[in-house]
């Protein structure tokens, strides 16, 4: 069955500093989408970044990147210079076709000035 | 383009009424999704729908149902709501089935 793990309950990290925030899937199938979302206090899930299991190359959005390491199943989430805005907790997903997301428990990162 | 539009946001109920929970998608996505968030299951997918079909349902009983109509607005409704139905309740669209959801910002539901 799938699964996505998300081991870092909280983290905090200086603003300014990188931040890498850990993701590992379990999945039997060769096609699967991985993605990172970001839910602010107010709850809505906002869209990050995806990643494809054929993509060859890390993806990469702004701030945000994706070090995908297929053979050992993890998807982490790196942002570099981290804002104060960057607080939220992060969510893992991915989507094995047919069907829906699959969600990590989530990473709370809180920001410090 | 206007993003996901949920409404409404935030409702209370009692154990065993029902509820009817609407969701707008982005415009021109014909694919709508709903997930249930609680502090203790986390994020659970519930159902998709594409097209006015249900392409598939998640591990949640029959009290939980849903609907597309042929302007992709879905409904979700829960019946004989029980205090576990407390949740926010998430939707989210995409152009196709297998494309990034872009999700709401929710229908917090409270069940006394």
């Known amino acids: 069955a799938q699964k996505i793990t998300q081991t870092q309950p909280g983290m905090f990290v200086q603003e300014k500093e990188a931040v890498t925030l850990d993701c590992t899937y379990d999945?039997?199938?060769?096609?699967?989408?991985l993605f990172w979302y970001k839910q602010p206090s107010s709850g809505e899930m906002i869209f990050l970044i995806y990643?494809?299991?054929?993509?060859?190359q890390n993806a990469t959005e702004g701030r945000y990147s994706l070090n995908f390491q297929k053979a050992r199943k993890s998807a982490n989430l790196v942002i570099s210079a981290s804002q104060l805005g960057d607080s939220a907790m992060y969510f893992c997903?991915?989507?094995?076709?047919?069907?829906?997301?699959?969600f990590g428990t989530g990473t709370r990162l809180k920001v410090l000035a | 383009k206007a993003g996901v539009t949920q409404t409404p946001r935030y409702l209370i109920k009692t154990r065993g009424q029902q509820v009817t929970l609407s969701c707008s998608p982005i415009?021109?996505?014909?694919?709508v999704s709903w997930y249930q968030q609680t502090p203790g299951q986390g994020l659970q997918f519930l159902f998709e729908?594409?097209?006015?079909?249900?392409?598939n349902k998640g591990n949640f009983p029959g009290r939980f149902s849903g609907r597309q109509f042929s302007n992709s607005r879905s409904e979700m409704n829960v019946s004989t709501l029980e205090l576990g139905d407390s949740a926010l309740y998430l939707c989210?669209?995409?152009?196709?089935?297998?494309?990034?959801?872009?999700f709401g910002p929710g229908t917090r539901l409270t069940v006394l």
């Open positions: 415009s021109g996505h014909r694919s």
């Open positions: 989210a669209s995409s152009g196709r089935v297998v494309d990034t959801q872009y």
């Open positions: 997903a991915m989507r094995e076709p047919p069907g829906g997301y699959i």
């Open positions: 990643q494809g299991s054929y993509d060859e």
């Open positions: 729908y594409f097209s006015e079909t249900q392409r």
């Open positions: 999945t039997s199938d060769q096609s699967y989408g």
